[in-house]
Structure formats: C-alpha cells, structure tokens
C-alpha cells in the first residue's frame, strides 16, 4: 500500500536524528551505488551531521512524519561552473518503490532553481547498474546526455558513469514542500 | 606555409623538412606566445580574454604556465606555435584530467593540433600511470576542435546542456574523452 504522500517532507538534519540516520546511512544496500560506505557508529554519524550535512548549502532530511528515513542534496557550482549542480539521494530500504525518492526530488525542485539564481542545470551521475535511481531522474524529467567512461572512484575502483541532466526551462513536475 | 603543400588529411601533415613536437614552454618564450594568445580567433572559445600587454603575458607564463602540473608549447621546427595541457584532478576524480590546447591561427586546417593533441595523449598516459581517463570539453559551436579530438582517437560522449559559464554565458559543451585502453596511433 503506497504511503500518503502528504507524509513526506523535507527538512534540515538534526543531531537528534542520529538514530534513525543510522538505520538508513549504516545499511549497505541503500549505501551499495553511493560513493560511500555505510555509517560504523553513531559518533560518525553524528560528525557527520555537525561537520558535513548542517554546513552544506542544501543538504536536507527526507522525513515521513517528520522522522529522518534518507537524505537529498544539491551541491552547487562555484565560479564558471554555478550554472550548474549536482542532485544526490538515498533513502530507506524499507520505503523503496513507493515514489517517495521521486516526491523527495520533485519536492527539491520546486525550491532550488529559486534558492540558487544562477542555477539553471541540475545534474547527476549514476552507475549503469543502479536501475531504479535512473527510473527516478527520468520520472522527474532528467534528460540521460551520455555514459562517461572510467569517469571517477566510486568505493575504490573507476567506474563508468550515467550523466543526467535537468535544465530550470525544461519542462517537470514541482511539488510543493508541506 | 612556405609554398609546402598540405593533404587536407591525414595526421601531422607537414613535410618532411617540419616537425611538431611538444617542450616546455619559458620566459623566453614570450613573444611567440603573445602572437596566439592575443588573437581574439584564439582564445574565442577559451574561458580567458586575449593578452594586450606583453607584461600580462609574462606574468601568464610565470604564474599559470610554469608551475602548472603538465604544459606545453606546440612547437614547429622547435619554434612554439601554440599550447596544449593537461589539468589534474584530486580525490575521486584522479582517475580523469582535462586536456586543453590552443593553436596560432595560421597553423590552423594542417592537422597540427591533432598531431600535438596525439603527442601529449601518448606522453600524458605514460607520465601519469594513475590516468584512466583524458577528457576535452568543447563548446557546442567549435566544430574545428570537436574535429580535431575525433581524428586524434576520442569517443564522443554527449552534449552537457548549459554545463558552463564561458565568457558570461552558459553554454552548452560537448564532452570527449580518451581512456587508456583505447587504440592510440
């Protein structure tokens, strides 16, 4: 049974998420396509939230009924390259194939062409093998461009890369943040 | 060049009383360099402004050439006629560098730029054994460079739409790249 939509939102990390962060960021299936490796121990996860997720310029919590089930970012560019960012997500084994990913990202981009002026492209690699992530960026309207070989590290070994992209006139779906 | 003719084709065509080979490029180097960086059908679709000053040249090479980690002069008969680099990255993207070069005008339609860009692929491959991946961005509208990577061996690999700001506007790139195993001539 699909979860009611109007449950999911997005927010800021709080150092009281800590628990259910673990959950998600210490399991190696939803780690297995990220290119990190699953949280160890709470004190990482709570430097990790303090040091890296609070600072980031849009680094957010998904949450069914406000409780911390996965995370999105978008990371901008600096200089020549703040046209353009980059989108990243994770979330829960326990809530995948419901379209809660796709709302989470659909949610990201009814706020970051606003939050970001100069940006007008969103981006994100994804390895071949991570079929549903690239089911999500083509059901939010990504455009795949091309497979970027031996592109970068990906947990140790070089790894060719799907690049997708979004542009702020290309046409998608935006859903409001409750 | 010199009343020599040039087959349209064909790599590193020039006869055989020319060579193109790649040096390091110096100080005294400076005024052969301000003739193609002060060319506005240069640097068109490089992300820096023609130099004016001979001044502005000289601190170019000392600061931005000299210390760069791989640069160098695109010599004829060992006289520099252009640059080509390679840019590194850190981290994850080790694995990859960005490759750049620039050609005086009069050089250009002789497949000089394929020929240096094949040259600093072997070298780059061999200095570099960390190096998976040479990559080259090119600028939807420079047909004449995206020509140049497709005869010195490199795939085609999309069209990043609105990937850069160049010049004040956002453009879209197309993206090359040469990995190790590829077939190099």
Redesign the interface.
């Known amino acids: 049974m699909e979860i009611d939509s109007s449950r999911i939102s997005l927010r800021p990390f709080n150092l009281s998420d800590v628990d259910d962060f673990m959950l998600w960021a210490g399991d190696d299936q939803v780690t297995q396509f990220l ?1 990190w490796n699953s949280f160890t121990s709470r004190e990482e996860a709570l430097t990790f939230i303090k040091d890296v997720s609070i600072p980031h310029p849009w680094h957010r919590s998904i949450c069914i009924d406000d409780r911390s089930i996965g995370f999105i970012y978008i990371f901008p560019g600096s200089g ?5 960012a980059e989108i990243g997500y994770g979330l829960a084994t326990k809530y995948w194939g419901q379209g809660i990913t796709s709302r989470a990202v659909k949610m990201a981009l009814s706020i970051v062409f606003k939050d970001f002026p100069d940006l ?2 969103l ?1 994100a690699h994804a390895l071949v093998e991570n079929k549903a992530s690239q089911r999500v960026l083509e059901k939010a309207g990504f ?1 795949q ?10 947990k140790g070994k ?1 790894r060719d890369l799907l ?1 997708y ?1 979004l ?1 702020s006139t290309d046409s998608y779906q935006q859903t409001s943040t409750p | 060049m010199e009343g020599s003719s040039c087959k349209s084709t064909g790599e590193g065509c020039v006869n055989e009383f020319h060579e193109i080979s790649l040096r390091h490029l110096d100080l005294s180097d400076i005024d052969h360099f301000m003739v193609w960086a002060s060319d506005e059908k240069v640097t068109r679709f490089c ?1 820096w402004e023609p130099y004016t000053s001979k001044e502005d040249g000289i601190n170019h090479i000392k600061d931005k050439v000299i210390p760069h980690p791989w640069f160098r002069a695109i010599c004829l008969d060992n006289r520099p006629i252009g640059a080509i680099s390679v840019t590194a990255n850190s ?6 560098g960005e490759l750049g070069y620039v050609l005086g005008y009069k050089y250009w339609g002789k497949g000089i730029a394929t020929r240096a860009v094949k040259l600093a692929a072997n070298t780059i491959f061999s200095e570099w054994p960390h190096l ?2 040479l ?1 080259a961005l090119v600028d939807v509208e420079n047909v004449g460079s995206q020509r140049v990577l497709e005869k010195a061996g490199f ?1 085609r ?10 010049k004040g506007k ?1 453009r879209d790139m197309v ?1 090359f ?1 040469l ?2 195993s590829d077939p190099r001539t």
Do not use: P, W
Not at chain 1, 145 to 154: A, C, D, N, Q, T
Not at chain 2, 91 to 96: A, E, P, V, W
């Open positions: 290119r020549d390259e703040r046209c353009r007008v492209r981006q455009q461009e091309g497979l970027l070989r031996k592109y970068s590290f990906v070089v690049i992209s542009l | 992300t981290g994850n993207d080790k694995c990859r998976e991946r990559e795939q690999e999309g069209v990043l739409r609105k990937y850069l700001i160049l956002t993206m790249s990995v190790s």
